[in-house]
């Protein structure tokens, strides 16, 4: 086997292959040196110990390359209207389809300002409110500068920075804008009431922000 090892390569299969034989000091330097670049983490004593021990299979990796990962894009604001992904199907426009969804909020409410007892205190249950999340909440416009939105009651399916969409009772949705409004809301026996120009938020930026108690300018 060592004698195969060390045999010349012919010299039709070395032009085939671009490599001449080499002998000596040169096959021997060549060999340590190759030896040395594919175990580079070993000293030459240990590498000596091993290739007497056992047979090495040697072979030459390039190192792997870092693949980024490409991180998912969302969609931006001009796709989502493009694609109308929140806009409500007239076929989902139904009243009686968000009863279960009031059903949760009042749930939801209670629990948030632990469970609304008489004795409760009301500047803490407004503060609560403020923060809260309003969808499926029945709302009624009390006040507004825009005469026709007055009366209007509804269950909020939709809070955008600076309206309300209500679905009435007659399956109609209605788009009340929140500045110039005021609504009023029924949670367990309170009656509370809205300052739509407080809430020009996105309700989740709404719940992590810090409101000042102060006075409010009527309409």
Same mark, same amino acid.
């Given at each position: 086997?060592?004698?195969?090892?060390q045999?010349?390569?012919?010299?039709?299969?070395?032009?085939?292959? !671009?490599?001449?034989?080499?002998?000596?000091?040169?096959?021997?330097?060549?060999?340590?040196?190759?030896?040395?670049?594919?175990?580079?983490?070993?000293?030459?004593?240990a590498?000596?110990?091993?290739?007497a021990?056992?047979?090495?299979?040697?072979?030459?990796?390039? &190192?792997?390359?870092?693949?980024?990962?490409?991180?998912?894009?969302?969609?931006?604001a001009?796709?989502?209207?493009?694609?109308?992904?929140?806009?409500?199907k007239?076929?989902h426009?139904?009243?009686?389809?968000?009863? #279960?969804?009031?059903e949760?909020?009042?749930?939801?409410?209670?629990?948030?300002?632990? !469970?609304?007892? #008489?004795?409760?205190?009301?500047?803490?249950?407004?503060?609560?409110?403020?923060?809260?999340?309003?969808?499926?909440?029945?709302l009624?416009?009390?006040r507004?500068?825009? &005469?026709?939105?007055?009366?209007?009651?509804g269950?909020?399916?939709?809070?955008?920075?600076?309206?309300?969409?209500?679905?009435?009772?007659?399956?109609?949705?209605?788009?009340? &804008?929140?500045?110039?409004?005021?609504?009023?809301?029924?949670? !367990? !026996?309170?009656?509370?009431?809205?300052?739509?120009?407080k809430?020009?938020?996105?309700?989740?930026?709404?719940?992590?922000?810090?409101?000042?108690v102060k006075?409010?300018?009527?309409l």
């Open positions: 086997m060592e004698r195969v090892v045999s010349e390569i012919p010299s039709d299969q070395s032009h085939l292959l !671009g490599v001449e034989s080499q002998h000596g000091a040169d096959a021997e330097a060549f060999t340590k040196a190759f030896v040395k670049n594919s175990i580079p983490h070993m000293k030459d004593a590498i000596e110990d091993m290739m021990r056992k047979a090495v299979v040697l072979e030459y990796k390039r &190192p792997k390359k870092k693949v980024k990962k490409a991180k998912a894009k969302g969609l931006n001009k796709e989502r209207r493009r694609l109308q992904i929140f806009q409500l007239p076929e426009q139904k009243y009686e389809l968000f009863l #279960p969804l009031h949760l909020w009042k749930s939801y409410i209670e629990d948030l300002c632990n !469970g609304l007892k #008489p004795g409760s205190n009301p500047q803490v249950i407004q503060q609560k409110l403020l923060k809260a999340d309003f969808h499926g909440a029945i009624t416009v009390v507004s500068k825009c &005469p026709s939105y007055v009366g209007l009651t269950i909020l399916v939709q809070e955008l920075k600076h309206i309300f969409k209500l679905i009435t009772k007659e399956d109609k949705l209605k788009v009340i &804008p929140k500045r110039n409004s005021v609504f009023s809301v029924e949670v !367990g !026996g309170f009656v509370s009431h809205i300052y739509g120009s809430f020009e938020l996105r309700s989740s930026e709404r719940s992590a922000k810090k409101f000042k006075g409010t300018i009527d």
